[in-house]
């Protein structure tokens, strides 16, 4: 029974880590872990690393080892007969059939001395690979800022939320207070009956960014690489409720486009492209060039297996061996060398296009996330003094109503622009901490 109960504490345990509220530090590790744009691009960097280890190798020395084991078998011939020596009168019997043990051995060893194709394919590989990491790099940049930004969608969702539900409850509280009037002879019956409206339209309202927050929940879920979206709860951020206006404009549009050329991985991933196609163009120039190898190879064979005289006796002795300094020059192959040429020089061209529109794209990223930056800090102080004014105006109206100075259509216009100023507040403070976050990603990481 102890052991039951003990179990059934720590499946509660466990279930209430599972359910705890998550960080965006939180969100950010489990996306590193689950996502999976980041495992295809961790595969995809580690298929570069493979065929940059198969391109070394093409350089490096090459040992075979040979070695057979059986029967060679000769049949009888068309000519097969007796022949008797005339002198000695010795019979010799040729052309009958045979069957006799058969062994070999034999070592090569290989080394090439100058091939630029294989060469420049190492090269055009280890640029290949360094463009795979930066790819993964720029994936994981990338990731990480669609993390941030859907998390911070959630955030904005269900402070959302608890916004339309205070103006659930101050719609009620203008319900009731319609009522008393009314009960008081001081109001007509009309007013209820518009308070209850008002009341109605508010918890629609509320239902519908329901959906939205569940929407928001199940879109941070599938970025985070999950499949268990309502067990996702999320911890605002202390900048989200953190008093004032954001500081300091970011750094002008130049420095940030500067540093994005030297930290912006899908800026280096793309220079380094242009290094691989350009080690492309040698490796098709190569096929101009000879080819020379050094070839040693040493070789046994026989009847025998051990022993005196044996494939697999003393090495020293019954042995074939060579040792060769190989050259090898394509001399004409129909102008495909001067085809390849042209393909691999139209790579290089691409390469350096796509380099160009790269940076383009970056520039209008940081130009973008810049300008929204600037723009959305502004619309935070505009909407801090809103809010404050929409607060105001509301006791203004709710005293007014009390001293009989008011009606229940101005408390309610004063209602709804307090919700609408708190929500623009909120909406203000979050979409500049993306936009913070999105300046950053462009220019390649944290400003």
């Given at each position: 029974?102890?052991?039951?109960?003990?179990?059934?504490?720590?499946?509660?345990?466990?279930?209430t880590r599972a359910q705890a509220p998550i960080t965006l530090d939180d969100a950010l590790a489990q996306a590193a872990r689950a996502n999976a744009d980041l495992s295809m691009a961790r595969a995809d960097r580690g298929m570069a690393a493979a065929d940059r280890g198969q391109a070394r190798a093409a350089v490096l020395p090459r040992l075979d080892l040979d070695a057979?084991?059986?029967?060679?078998?000769?049949?009888?011939?068309?000519?097969?007969?007796?022949?008797?020596?005339?002198?000695?009168?010795?019979?010799?019997?040729?052309?009958?059939?045979?069957?006799?043990?058969?062994?070999?051995?034999?070592?090569?060893?290989?080394?090439?001395?100058?091939?630029?194709?294989?060469?420049?394919?190492?090269d055009r590989a280890r640029w290949g690979a360094r463009a795979s990491d930066r790819g993964y790099d720029e994936t994981a940049l990338s990731v990480s800022f669609e993390?941030?930004?859907r998390f911070y969608d959630l955030v904005k969702q269900e402070r959302s939320l608890e916004v339309l539900q205070k103006t659930v409850t101050r719609s009620q509280e203008l319900v009731?207070?319609?009522?008393?009037?009314?009960?008081?002879?001081?109001?007509?019956?009309?007013?209820?009956?518009?308070?209850?409206?008002?009341?109605?339209?508010?918890?629609?309202?509320?239902?519908?960014?329901?959906?939205?927050?569940?929407?928001?929940?199940?879109?941070?879920?599938?970025?985070?690489?999950?499949?268990?979206?309502?067990?996702?709860?999320v911890v605002a951020p202390a900048a989200i409720d953190a008093p004032g206006v954001p500081g300091a404009e970011p750094p002008p549009a130049d420095a940030l486009l500067a540093r994005a050329r030297e930290r912006r991985p899908a800026v280096l991933a793309q220079a380094a492209s242009v290094?691989?196609?350009?080690?492309?163009?040698?490796?098709?120039q190569a096929g101009y060039l000879p080819t020379v190898?050094?070839?040693?190879?040493?070789?046994?064979?026989?009847?025998?297996?051990?022993?005196?005289?044996?494939?697999?006796?003393?090495?020293?002795?019954?042995?074939?061996?060579?040792?060769?300094?190989?050259?090898?020059w394509n001399l004409f192959e129909g102008f495909g060398t001067s085809a390849r040429v042209?393909?691999?020089?139209?790579?290089?061209?691409?390469?350096?296009?796509?380099?160009?529109r790269t940076l383009q794209a970056v520039a209008k990223e940081i130009g973008d996330a810049r300008a929204a930056t600037v723009a959305l800090a502004r619309q935070v102080a505009l909407a801090t003094d809103?809010?404050?004014?929409?607060?105001?105006?509301?006791?203004?109206?709710?005293?007014?109503?009390?001293?009989?100075?008011?009606?229940?259509?101005?408390?309610?216009?004063?209602?709804?622009?307090?919700?609408?100023?708190?929500?623009?507040?909120?909406?203000?403070?979050?979409?500049?901490?993306?936009?913070?976050?999105?300046?950053?990603?462009?220019?390649?990481?944290?400003?």
């Open positions: 029974m102890r052991s039951l109960a003990a179990a059934l504490l720590l499946a509660l345990a466990s279930a057979g084991f059986g029967h060679s078998f000769i049949g009888r011939s068309t000519g097969a007969g007796a022949l008797i020596d005339p002198i000695t009168g010795q019979v010799t019997v040729v052309g009958a059939a045979s069957d006799s043990e058969a062994y070999s051995a034999s070592l090569s060893l290989s080394q090439p001395l100058f091939d630029w194709a294989r060469f420049k394919d190492l993390v941030t930004r009731d207070r319609a009522e008393a009037l009314f009960t008081a002879g001081r109001a007509p019956k009309s007013d209820t009956y518009s308070a209850r409206v008002n009341l109605q339209n508010d918890r629609i309202a509320v239902e519908g960014q329901r959906i939205r927050v569940a929407q928001a929940r199940t879109a941070l879920a599938q970025v985070l690489g999950r499949i268990d979206a309502e067990a996702i709860s290094h691989a196609a350009r080690a492309g163009v040698g490796g098709a190898s050094a070839v040693g190879s040493y070789a046994r064979q026989g009847t025998v297996l051990g022993g005196q005289g044996g494939v697999y006796g003393d090495p020293a002795r019954d042995y074939s061996a060579s040792a060769q300094v190989v050259l090898s042209q393909r691999a020089s139209a790579s290089l061209d691409r390469a350096r296009a796509d380099e160009d809103t809010l404050t004014i929409a607060q105001q105006s509301l006791a203004l109206a709710t005293e007014r109503l009390e001293a009989g100075l008011a009606n229940q259509l101005e408390l309610r216009d004063a209602n709804l622009k307090l919700t609408q100023a708190e929500l623009s507040l909120l909406e203000s403070r979050i979409d500049h901490a993306v936009a913070v976050a999105d300046l950053a990603r462009a220019a390649g990481g944290t400003l």
